[in-house]
């Protein structure tokens, strides 16, 4: 007997269900070495399904190596086809634990999510169709790998526009999200052995994609307006590739780069003979003055200019950008080529369309209002949760807010607990090169929350650090 299941209603055909658990039950070791399978004729008549379904499926087995054929005595397991144990140990850290999706009841506060429920679901779909219906053929076939053009001109018009970068279409390359655009820097710049002068804290992530690169990461602390320019490395000692800053909004702590330290970074960028890369992830949200320009209109010979759409639109889009010095382009549209070829070039023309006829704009202002609530309304939960004994850090602009707990270590022991207790949050201490910072802090993200969320997500954090801190007072 093979105790297989048969589903007649799964669009599944029949051949590859049978076949696709006949393979499992090989790798897992259900059906051992040399273990001879029944005939086809007794499978068939087990299964109530014809012969032929059975042939064909013993056929593809056959044809892969899983079984082998013996004349005149029927079908055999090969050896060596046990897999299971090393595929559920590579299944275990395939993804990252925080990018599970929540269970329904758990609240999650993480950053970086925008309202996916107020994505123009129905404008984007015009985009599309439009450009399924006008786009030239060339946009079928293989493209440029720095984009289409027609994007590329269109970019270098709105960041002009809207954050004072100075470019022509030439010094823009479209990546797969700012990700891609990270290690497209990492891949061109690095190499082992070099430097890289950071923020601390700075994104985890970023982290790993340079020092994965090889390179050693070189903190500079960051306070409330940003990179503390003025504990930057002696460049006659430090030789980095380049400074990776968030000047507009940094993340995590929120600060915006001030003139003085902006000019003071680009004095030492020429004096280390290297390169700026700026971070520009969300600026696009800020709530009480119009947006920060960027350092890129300040020095474009000396800065790499990232920007995305993850933040503003989705994440799902994955549509991102580098706008770079002249004498880099041919370098990063060669890394970007042998990384993927090019990014999607229908996605493109639609995110061209979607701007040139003032959707993005549109959206845009009608987004900040909500964000503008729901931060209002984080705010205003936080501070009557926990009074004084919470200080709320760069709630000017972007996505979420860091809170400052005096007298509390968010540790992971402790983040479980309030995890049990139905809310999910992310220590600002999970961001740091030097170790054992910034410990106090949480980071948390309102752009994916509705208000009733963030009220009831506050409470919980209240209820939750209430019976920590009464389990860890001592008994009189």
């Not at 005595?73 to 897999?83: A, E, I, R």
């Not at 010094?171 to 190499?191: D, E, F, N, R």
């Not at 549509?319 to 993927?340: C, I, N, S």
Request: net charge neutral.
């Amino acid at each position: 007997m093979l105790y297989l299941t048969i589903d007649r209603d799964s669009p599944l055909p029949l051949i590859r269900q049978l076949y696709t658990q006949l393979r499992s039950k090989i790798l897992q070791g259900e059906l051992k070495a040399g273990q001879k399978l029944p005939s086809t004729r007794q499978a068939a008549r087990e299964l109530c399904i014809s012969r032929n379904v059975v042939i064909e499926a013993f056929d593809q087995l056959l044809a892969e190596g899983y079984i082998e054929s013996k004349q005149g005595s029927g079908f055999y397991v090969v050896p060596d086809m046990y897999l299971e144990q090393q595929a559920r140990q590579e299944e275990a850290w395939l993804i990252p634990e925080n990018d599970l999706p929540a269970a329904p009841s758990l609240i999650d506060f993480r950053s970086g999510v925008p309202a996916l429920d107020f994505f123009p679901r129905t404008v984007w779909g015009r985009m599309v169709q439009r450009v399924c219906h006008e786009a030239p053929l060339s946009a079928l076939g293989y493209n440029r790998p720095e984009g289409r053009l027609e994007l590329r001109q269109i970019l270098s018009r709105y960041l002009y526009r809207t954050r004072g970068v100075q470019c022509e279409p030439e010094q823009i390359v479209m990546t797969s999200g700012a990700t891609q655009a990270l290690t497209l820097i990492a891949k061109v710049l690095l190499t082992t052995n070099s430097q890289v002068v950071m923020e601390d804290p700075i994104t985890q992530d970023i982290q790993t994609i340079f020092s994965s690169a090889g390179a050693s990461l070189i903190p500079v602390p960051t306070d409330e307006a940003g990179m503390m320019t003025d504990l930057l490395p002696d460049p006659e000692q430090v030789r980095p590739s380049f400074v990776f800053v968030t000047p507009s909004h940094q993340f995590p702590l929120g600060g915006t780069l001030p003139i003085q330290r902006r000019i003071q970074l680009i004095q030492y960028a020429r004096q280390a003979n290297c390169y700026i890369v700026e971070d520009d992830y969300d600026s696009e949200f800020r709530y009480d003055s119009p947006p920060i320009s960027s350092l890129q209109g300040l020095a474009a010979e000396r800065v790499i200019y990232v920007g995305s759409f993850s933040k503003i639109l989705s994440p799902g889009l994955r549509l991102g950008y580098l706008v770079l010095p002249p004498e880099l382009v041919h370098r990063y549209q060669e890394a970007k080529w042998f990384t993927d070829l090019h990014t999607p070039s229908l996605d493109q023309l639609a995110l061209g369309l979607f701007i040139e006829d003032g959707h993005l704009e549109k959206y845009l202002n009608r987004v900040k209002k909500l964000y503008k609530k729901r931060r209002k309304c984080l705010s205003d939960a936080l501070t009557q949760a926990f009074s004084n004994k919470v200080s709320i850090w760069g709630a000017s602009a972007g996505l979420h807010v860091v809170a400052a707990f005096a007298g509390v270590r968010f540790t992971p022991a402790l983040l479980k607990e309030l995890e049990d207790c139905g809310v999910r949050l992310y220590p600002v201490s999970d961001h740091t090169i030097q170790k054992d910072k910034h410990t106090e802090k949480l980071i948390i993200g309102y752009g994916n929350l509705s208000e009733e969320q963030i009220m009831e997500g506050v409470d919980r954090l209240q209820k939750g650090l209430a019976v920590s801190q009464a389990r860890l007072q001592p008994t009189l």
